[in-house]
């Protein structure tokens, strides 16, 4: 089974900036897209951006502009350079991968637990 693991969520200021990891682990062959999604309590999750295995990228209008998705292949992780953050940035980030394949076969829909990013104003 492989994992999803998210890090880098803290308290920061607006404006300020964070750069989220997420870390695939387990026997790995590949992993197609991956993305980052945000929760807030009481709303349903929403996409933020994604990334193909080839380097393309794609995001909501909200975030365009101020976050960079990227990822590194290599160590089977992505990650969410978040700058000029707000307090509506406020939530708890997600890392799913729709596809990856495994040892095993295809793994569908991984998620990882979340980490919180909390910006003040």
């Known amino acids: 089974q492989v994992q999803l693991v998210e890090s880098g969520g803290a308290l920061v200021q607006a404006g300020g900036s964070l750069r989220l990891s997420c870390v695939a682990s387990?026997?790995?062959?590949?992993?197609?897209?991956m993305a980052w999604y945000r929760q807030t309590p009481g709303e349903q999750r929403e996409l933020v951006a994604t990334i193909t295995d080839g380097g393309d990228t794609n995001y909501q209008d909200f975030v365009k502009g101020r976050f960079t998705i990227s990822r590194d292949n290599d160590k089977n992780t992505v990650y969410l350079q978040m700058n000029s953050l707000q307090p509506e940035d406020t939530a708890v980030y997600y890392c799913?991968?729709?596809?990856?394949?495994?040892?095993?076969?295809?793994?569908?829909?991984?998620w990882g637990q979340g980490t919180q990013v909390t910006v003040s104003p």
């Open positions: 799913n991968a729709p596809r990856i394949k495994t040892q095993r076969g295809i793994q569908f829909d991984t």
């Open positions: 387990g026997r790995i062959f590949s992993i197609d897209t």
